[in-house]
């Protein structure tokens, strides 16, 4: 992480704020923070200086570096983080997640051109809880695998995923290499997921939750709560997965129904 000055490069070349225009001084802040970022003389993981020093160059109030600081964070290319280790940084690109299909998070970095990694934070076999349970068709005294993995793309946590399988359809599942592809196994047992039933919420990263995927505690996080089923109908995974929300978007691809629309 660079930890920038205003009077060194980049930010010393300053955006003209007193030529002829027609937007206003925050508006031409941003386009210039923004061209920096574009340009690749501002690079993901840079802290900007406080944003005093900042407006006392450029020579604006902080309301109105504030005001630019707000519309380049709304393009998503900084991240302003509060608390003891705050500040402004400038945001590392997010990984889109495609939910249209089911490919598993190995598929996904693939797509981006980035290495997947997993590790294994938990591995058990024991009795489900009763969502659990009720998610996957199971008795109470039915037994599941929970395998708990910090996803990584590059080395960096983005998700920290919670899976629940039912032992009596993945026997030995456990003793396989749980940092591999998740739904490369099941396909090897003959169970790959074909459908899902997936809801998404937000939610706030616990400390443990916090501590796994380098963010600070209560920070948000986006929840995918599925449920899959083989192409026989019968459920073979119940998963939690909490994605960092600064990292992470999810895309859901929708169609209408022509006959409910009444064309």
Same mark, same amino acid.
């Given at each position: 992480?660079?930890?920038?000055? *205003? ?9 003209? %704020?007193?030529?002829?225009?027609? %937007? ?19 690079? @993901?993981?840079? &802290?900007?200086?406080?944003? *005093?020093?900042?407006? +006392? ?7 109105? %570096?504030?005001?630019? #600081? ?22 590392? @690109? ?19 051109? *980035? ?5 294994? #934070?938990?591995? +058990? ?24 993995? /910090? ?24 003793? &396989?290499?749980?940092? /591999?592809?998740?739904? /490369? ?21 616990? @400390?443990?939750?916090?501590?796994? %995927? ?5 920070? @948000?996080?986006?929840? *995918? ?39």
């Amino acid at each position: 992480m660079r930890v920038l000055t *205003v009077d060194a490069a980049p930010l010393a070349a300053r955006p003209d %704020l007193v030529g002829s225009s027609d %937007l206003p001084a925050h508006a031409r802040i941003a386009q210039w923070l923004e061209a920096l970022i574009a340009s690749g003389d501002l690079i @993901p993981g840079d &802290k900007l200086p406080p944003e *005093v020093e900042i407006a +006392t160059s450029l020579g604006v109030s902080r309301m109105t %570096l504030r005001q630019a #600081l707000s519309a380049v964070e709304a393009k998503g290319l900084i991240d302003r983080r509060r608390g003891r280790f705050g500040g402004n940084f400038v945001a590392a @690109p997010r990984f889109e997640f495609d939910h249209a299909s089911l490919p598993g998070f190995t598929e996904q970095m693939r797509r981006f051109e *980035v290495e997947a990694g997993a590790q294994v #934070l938990m591995a +058990t076999t024991g009795r489900p809880d009763a969502e659990v349970s009720r998610a996957l068709g199971l008795r109470r005294t039915d037994q599941v695998h929970r395998i708990l993995r /910090a996803r990584t793309a590059n080395g960096e946590p983005i998700v920290l995923e919670e899976a629940y399988l039912p032992a009596a359809v993945f026997p030995g599942m456990l003793s &396989k290499n749980l940092q /591999a592809s998740l739904y /490369a196994l099941m396909r090897g047992y003959g169970h790959a997921p074909c459908a899902a039933d997936e809801r998404i919420e937000a939610t706030s990263a616990t @400390p443990e939750q916090a501590r796994v %995927l380098g963010v600070e505690p209560s920070c @948000p996080l986006l929840l *995918v709560v599925r449920t899959s089923f083989a192409d026989n109908g019968v459920a073979v995974e119940f998963s939690r997965d909490y994605h960092r929300s600064d990292r992470t978007t999810i895309r859901i691809q929708s169609r209408a129904d022509p006959v409910r629309q009444g064309y």
